[in-house]
């Protein structure tokens, strides 16, 4: 590929990227946090623990320095809850990106290795399906453990080396074999 096709390639792997995690949020948007905590419990000052509770607050204690003479020992964390619903929201919403993302980046990958004749067009899908599938794995990595990250590591690998073979195989393009 000459310099002006590396650039075309670039381009269409950033707007694919684009196109992708923009339609994705068309259908999952994410959450609001002032949806969830109203910006009226910011402005509300609780000096004790008592106070707190009765507004479905949590009481956080202070630790270290020794508070002044006349100053409460502690905070009301008005938000706590709120935070953990709007948290909640935003992992579900990470789990549906990721169950879009994942397959649809595989597909993209598929179509640029595959369907495209041309071969910047194909270079550009398949960094742009890579895109995707980094956007949709990032989304939900935070919310998973490491067995679970490695098998679909695995799994994803695997699959997208079967369907190299099966591709080449059945279309004989020779994706990736040295000439002699």
């Known amino acids: ?78 938000t706590w809850k709120c935070s953990q619903e709007f948290n909640d929201a935003e992992r579900e919403r990470s789990r549906n990106v990721f169950f879009i993302a994942l397959p649809l980046g595989v597909v993209i990958i598929v179509a640029g290795a595959f369907f495209f004749g041309l071969e910047v067009v194909g270079t550009g899908l398949m960094g742009g399906g890579i895109g995707t599938l980094i956007y949709g794995s990032g989304a939900y990595w935070p919310y998973t453990e490491n067995w679970i990250r490695f098998l679909l590591s695995l799994a994803g690998l695997v699959v997208l080396i079967w369907l190299a073979y099966y591709f080449n195989k059945k279309f004989g393009k020779g994706l990736g074999k040295k000439k002699r």
């Open 1 to 78: 590929m000459n310099v002006k096709e590396v650039i075309l390639a670039i381009a269409i792997i950033v707007l694919t990227i684009f196109v992708t995690y923009y339609g994705i949020n068309i259908f999952f948007p994410s959450p609001d946090y002032n949806t969830y905590c109203s910006p009226d419990k910011y402005n509300i000052y609780i000096n004790n623990s008592a106070e707190c509770e009765a507004v479905a607050g949590r009481w956080n204690p202070s630790y270290g320095v020794a508070p002044a003479k006349d100053t409460p020992n502690g905070y009301c964390d008005l």
